[in-house]
């Protein structure tokens, strides 16, 4: 018996599983994360340069919203909203707020679009 | 129909494989479990767990087309051909679609599944409230089958250390119960960064939960209890 | 309440989440109703000591949410303990590093 109990397989194909859609929020809520880790020393970086005078804050914003940098801060922004959404929907879950599966299906899916939404909009060059 | 299972065989020293089966309902014939009997009636080599046939026992979860739950409770109307049977994930697997739940029923009896003395013991029956014993309902009629822990990505990542959805839910069924004396001890227990901290609310233990229970509600509400208690 | 326990971290998650949002809802109305971006109002704005201290009180709860953020997902995903220790040492340098780059930046634009 001990001869198997080592060698036994187990099935965890993370491939082969359907997820439902809190899973999905969730690994985004964790991607995410990790991504905007990564940009914090970008962010510090930026804010060192946009202080240094008023042209360098001129070229800093010119460069932040050129198309080679649209790209990375269409994905800073999506993982900012999904980050944030997915945030806020665990706080209120926290809360005893919509932690039922019909409300967490609805606001999960509702966290996704909205990061969607929000990439969207910085890609099609709108500003707040 | 058209099945695909999950096929492992320890004596054979070969890795698992997926084996097709096409076998078609008879009249009666309603939920997945029908299928998974007539199969072992055509090869009587394939392995699984079964007993009341009704959703009680919780012997025959398994992994059915990429979600947990119960074979006798899954409806053959509405399942994506081929059905693909798979045993419950991240557990070692026995044979088949068996696999090994000491892990699991470790977890169950580290929460201590039982009521602890206040005191002495009463003369009579512990009597209890309507009220508080309405706090037991949707906790009390879990038939640890298994589904909830098993499809956690949680329990995926620390088996061994993380309770899982199932002994969690348990952990809070005496948590809350008003006969339980222990209540301070059992938080004191799972206020640890693994045995409950690793569930980061993903909900798929409610998903996919056969008996419509919900374990991320019970463990939102020992982090609740937890926090009342130190502030 | 206990300090070494699952609990703290936890919480901690959460507070400095609800802090997060609170500024990010400030800077977005603030975006929104074209107040910072110009290099005269940014500036006075960083360069005030209730600024300044604003920035770094909320670049530390970033510092203080990622860090165990990272280190959850270094408790799932990590298993070999001297490769998990290596990795969030090289987190909490990164954070530290950037945090202290922050203060002296702040420091120089403040006294300046």
């Known amino acids: ?128 | 129909m058209h099945l695909r299972i999950y096929r492992y065989d320890p004596d054979s020293g070969s890795a698992p494989t997926m084996q097709d089966y096409t076998v078609e309902p008879e009249a009666g014939d309603r939920k997945l479990l029908d299928l998974l009997v007539r199969v072992k009636s055509v090869d009587d080599s394939l392995s699984f767990r079964r007993s009341c046939r009704e959703g009680i026992c919780g012997s025959d979860g398994m992994n059915i087309n990429g979600r947990n739950g119960l074979a006798c409770l899954t409806p053959i109307d509405g399942l994506a051909e081929p059905v693909t049977i798979r045993p419950l994930p991240g557990l070692p697997v026995v044979r088949d679609l068996i696999v090994d739940m000491t892990q699991f029923f470790t977890h169950y009896s580290a929460i201590k599944p039982y009521l602890i003395e206040k005191g002495p013991p009463p003369e009579r029956e512990r009597l209890q409230t309507p009220v508080d014993r309405e706090k037991l309902d949707g906790l009390y009629e879990c038939i640890l089958c298994a589904c909830c822990s098993t499809f956690c990505p949680s329990f995926w990542w620390n088996p061994d250390k993380f309770l899982g959805p199932a002994a969690l839910l348990q952990a809070y069924r005496f948590i809350v119960d008003s006969r339980d004396g222990a209540t301070a001890e059992r938080l004191d227990y799972l206020d640890d960064v693994y045995r409950l901290f690793r569930c980061r609310s993903i909900m798929n233990c409610t998903e996919v939960c056969p008996k419509g229970l919900s374990p991320s509600h019970a463990i939102e509400q020992i982090r609740q209890a937890l926090l009342s208690r130190s502030l | 309440m206990r300090v070494f326990s699952g609990q703290v971290p936890w919480l901690l998650q959460r507070l400095t989440a609800l802090f997060l949002i609170a500024a990010l809802l400030v800077i977005f109305i603030a975006l929104l109703f074209g107040v910072l971006p110009d290099y005269a109002s940014w500036r006075a704005f960083v360069t005030s000591s209730h600024g300044a201290t604003i920035v770094f009180v909320s670049y530390l709860a970033v510092c203080t949410h990622a860090w165990i953020g990272v280190r959850d997902v270094l408790l799932d995903y990590v298993k070999p303990l001297p490769l998990r220790l290596l990795l969030l040492m090289a987190i909490s340098v990164l954070l530290a590093a950037t945090a202290i780059r922050l203060l002296l930046v702040l420091g120089a634009a403040l006294f300046v």
């Not at chain 1, 109990?5 to 859609?21: G, H």
Request: aromatic residues 8%.
């Open chain 1, 1 to 128: 018996m001990h001869k198997h109990a080592t060698s036994r397989p187990r099935f965890l194909n993370l491939l082969q599983m359907r997820y439902p859609v809190g899973a999905i929020v969730s690994i985004g809520h964790r991607l995410s994360g990790l991504l905007l880790i990564a940009a914090l020393p970008a962010l510090v970086i930026g804010l060192e340069w946009s202080l240094r005078s008023e042209a360098d804050f001129r070229q800093m914003c010119e460069v932040l919203w050129s198309p080679w940098a649209r790209g990375a801060l269409v994905l800073m922004i999506w993982a900012l909203a999904h980050h944030v959404a997915a945030g806020v929907r665990h706080l209120l879950m926290d809360a005893g707020v919509g932690s039922r599966l019909p409300r967490a299906r609805a606001s999960a899916r509702l966290a996704i679009v909205f990061a969607v939404l929000c990439a969207l909009a910085a890609a099609a060059g709108w500003r707040p």
